[in-house]
Nanobody, 124 residues
Framework: QVQLVESGGGLVQAGGSLRLSCAAS????????MGWFRQAPGKEREFVAA????????SYGDSVKGRFTISRDNAKNTAYLQMNSLKPEDTAVYYC?????????????????WGQGTQVTVSS
C-alpha cells in the first residue's frame, strides 16, 4: 500500500503561482511513476502531468504545457507540481496518483493509488 497526501492548494489570483506537494509513504517511492490529475466541477478528471521514477521523463496535458512543471525528490518521498501563470480555468481539485510501473501513463486507470485531493481556486 501507498498513502498519498497532497498539500499546497489554495486561492490565488489569475497570473499567480502555486506549488503543490504530494507526500508518499508505505512503499519504495522511487519505484513509482507519479502523476497529477485534476477535476473541475461538472467535468471529468483530467490528466495534468506525470513523471518517471528518476524524473528523467515527464509528460504534460496540453492545457498546462509551458505553465506547469512536475518534479520529484525521491529522498523526501515527495512529488511536486509547480503551477505558474494560473488561469481561472485551472480551478479544480488536484489529485496526486502513483503507479508501480516503469512507463508513464496519461490515464486514470494506469494508477493504483490516489490521494484525497487539494482544492485550487484561481480568481479572475
Amino acid at each position: 500500500q501507498v498513502q498519498l497526501v497532497e498539500s499546497g492548494g489554495g486561492l490565488v489570483q489569475a497570473g499567480g503561482s502555486l506549488r503543490l506537494s504530494c507526500a508518499a509513504s508505505g512503499r519504495t517511492f522511487s519505484r513509482f511513476v507519479m502523476g497529477w490529475f485534476r477535476q473541475a466541477p461538472g467535468k471529468e478528471r483530467e490528466f495534468v502531468a506525470a513523471i518517471s521514477w528518476t524524473g528523467g521523463r515527464t509528460s504534460y496535458g496540453d492545457s498546462v504545457k509551458g505553465r506547469f512543471t512536475i518534479s520529484r525528490d525521491n529522498a523526501k518521498n515527495t512529488a511536486y507540481l509547480q503551477m505558474n501563470s494560473l488561469k481561472p480555468e485551472d480551478t479544480a481539485v488536484y489529485y496526486c496518483a502513483a503507479a508501480q510501473k516503469a512507463a508513464i501513463s496519461l490515464y486514470e486507470y494506469g494508477y493504483e493509488y490516489w490521494g484525497q485531493g487539494t482544492q485550487v481556486t484561481v480568481s479572475s
